[in-house]
């Protein structure tokens, strides 16, 4: 079974969606680690309710070769062979994405290339789009970037506030991570250049 490694920052959200897959047994693969760069993040607590192990590895002050380096080999130790960035909010450095090359994704509250960076969906607002939706897509060592694996749109209402669609993205967000997954777990794909091509 595919060991997972999920990194957070915050709420934790789309790690529990996942860990209710893998529950339900919608998802073959299992939470090896629960890292969170922050001590405060619910979804440390969350991971610990469900008996996963649950790790802090604060980066406050820290130079971000030397942090990379402690979650890598947090990572490696747990035998992880997959890395899932739900909500972590910090750039990857090179060394980190060469240890695990097209094996770490992320997802983004967005249609990537829109809208990158924070408040994803107040971008989105501000722009007066109509469609947004999320993203997952493989990291790379930029912010936002790298293959995409899969997306969904989400129509914007004229009445939607920043916490109106952002609830309507994050439903969406935790149906396609664990589809993501599957596709990631499955191995039935392959990356030519910017595109992941299924099947
Ligand atoms: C999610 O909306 C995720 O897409 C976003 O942070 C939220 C985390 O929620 N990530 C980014 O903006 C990354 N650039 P969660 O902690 O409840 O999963």
């Known amino acids: 079974m595919t060991r997972l490694g999920i990194l957070i920052s915050g709420r934790g959200s789309n790690f529990e969606a996942i860990a209710d897959n893998i529950a339900g047994g919608e998802l ?3 939470i090896a680690v629960v890292i969170s760069n922050r001590s405060e993040a619910p979804g440390l607590e969350a991971a610990r309710r469900r008996a996963l192990p649950a790790v802090c590895i604060p980066s406050k002050g820290l130079d971000r070769e030397v942090y990379d380096r402690m979650v ?9 062979e997959l ?3 739900a909500g972590f909010m910090r750039l990857l450095s090179a060394t980190f994405v060469r240890a695990f090359p097209n094996r770490i994704l992320n997802i983004h509250p967005s249609l990537l ?4 960076g924070l408040d994803a969906q107040h971008q989105a607002l501000e722009h007066g789009v109509r469609v947004t939706g999320c993203t997952v897509h493989f990291v790379d060592e930029y912010l936002d970037a790298g293959p995409i694996l899969i997306q969904a749109p989400v129509p914007v ?3 939607d506030t920043v916490e109106t669609l952002s ?17 990631a777990i499955g191995g039935n794909y392959r990356i030519e250049g910017r595109r992941v091509i299924l099947g």
Do not use: M, N, Q
């Open 28 to 30: 073959d693969a299992e």
């Open 72 to 80: 890598v080999e947090e990572l490696r130790w747990r035998g992880v």
């Open 83 to 85: 890395v899932c960035l």
């Open 113 to 116: 290339p829109a809208f990158p």
């Open 157 to 159: 209402r004229d009445t």
């Open 167 to 183: 609830a309507r993205i994050l439903k969406e967000e935790h149906r396609i991570y664990s589809e993501a997954l599957r596709i």
